[in-house]
């Protein structure tokens, strides 16, 4: 198949999704590993703050990390034992730079803390919903990893009418949420039903893509007893899963550049954070694990398992009876917005959706051979779900005008790879956009140091300059006390010298 082949009306790539077997093979889940391996940042914000020490033993569930700042979330023991270590470890980032995370030895007995769940969360008020979430560490699972409070919170501020449960599960290779929307469609339809109770939104739309007929099915049935909860297929389309094409697909509404859903009245949720939205709310728990997709044609057993935060992705792909023959590239994520692993020693966290063991014939296609000029065909402008020009970006970025490169829309890149997917150049553009969307957040960073250190100048500067002011104004007043007592002991003295002289 051409590059213009894949190409699609209207915006987009369609990609081969090859999902199956590993969507059709039952769920399994992974024994605890002797140790596991657990960041504190997992999330968008700032990373949670260690509230343990080495030797304390601790149970299943239980606080390890607690959110620092308004955007940030708690992060828990995903089993019990003790605390061995808190320090760096290897990031799940192509970098290998190191990450602090806490490690836990696993006793074997996964033994839970004492939890506190709900009854009836419809009881609850909107804000003590948000609360559990928030304590429960969830964010969001299809790979943004906002914190779900938040959202929830702002959802409610904002008085949103529509909840859009995200199950596009668009990129190739993945199907964690088609296989959660199979087994346990009940859950993550009575997690749209809390969050409607916490949000105020009156509707909620289910956008599956049609490539998912038996998720689209269970969805179906169990929301039929919900009229406030639609099942909506959508075309196969990636990246149909991306917030603003799902909001578009569903509604007909356009998210604004530089605005939020909420600006529009809608909130959206991936099905696998609705369902730990339920699990908080109802039992109590934390986000200790999550469902991983494995697949890939070097693995021996493609599937969906269920893994502890923290299980080295190494460990995983172990239990999956290793490979069956050495992987060309390793991947963590979806071939096309994940990130490529130098090796399997890194762990599994809350946004972990896949693990990837693509073979030479997989991996053939993914620009292997350098870049060469560019064509200007504007096959990248046609892919853009945004609508962005690519190619005019990208020629700003090679010439160093970053500022030009912002105003084609740069900031408003979803990092999707449709242009670079679709560039018969072999152009690695959503790497172009990524590095300078790094470079302008390194250089927005030092600008604010800047800033922050010219304050800090001249406050000192204010400083001396007022401490050099009451210093004299000190000392002048000391030296007017001091005239004055002089000239009243003058006085003084003047005023007695005739009674002295009289006397005698």
Known sequence: ???????????????????????????????????????????????????VLVGQHVFKGQLLAEPQGMVSAAIHAPTSGTVVAIGEIVAPHPSGLPLVAVTIEADGEDRWADLVGCNDPFALDPQEIARR?????????GGAT????????????????????????????????????????????????????????REALVGIEDNKPEAIAAMQQVAAAFPEVRVRPVPTRYPM???????MELTGCEVPADSRAFDVGILVHNVGTLAAVRAAIRFGQPLVSRLVTLNG??????GNIEVPIGALAEEVIAFANGFKETPARLVLGGPMMGIQLPHARVPVVKSTSGILALTAAEAAGQNLRGPEPCIRCGSCVRACPVGLLPLEMARRIASAD??????????????????????????????????TKGELAALERAKLRAEATKKLVAARAERIERETREKAETAARRKADRDAAKKAAAAAAAAAAPSEETAA
């Open 146 to 201: 906002f914190p779900s409070a938040v959202k929830l919170a702002g959802g409610l501020r904002a008085k949103i009418s529509t909840l859009i449960a995200n199950g596009g599960e668009c990129e190739p290779y993945l199907s964690c949420d088609d296989r959660l929307m199979r087994d346990r469609a009940a859950d993550i339809v009575d997690g749209i039903r809390i969050v409607l109770h916490a949000t105020g939104a």
């Open 241 to 247: 899963g991306s917030d603003r094409q799902l909001i």
């Open 1 to 51: 198949m051409g590059f213009m082949e894949r190409l699609i009306p209207h915006w987009g790539v369609h990609p081969d999704d090859r999902k199956r077997p590993a969507a059709d093979a039952p769920v399994r889940r992974m024994p605890m590993p002797t140790r596991l391996y657990v960041p504190l940042l997992q999330h968008i914000g700032a990373p949670a703050r260690p509230i």
């Open 297 to 302: 044609g070097a693995l021996r057993a493609p």
């Open 402 to 435: 970053f500022s030009g490169a912002v105003d084609f829309g740069l900031k408003d890149c979803i990092a999707c790879g449709c242009c670079a997917y679709v560039c018969p150049a072999r152009i690695p553009l959503v790497q172009y956009f990524n590095h």
């Open 133 to 141: 979430v928030a304590k429960a560490g969830v964010v969001g699972m």
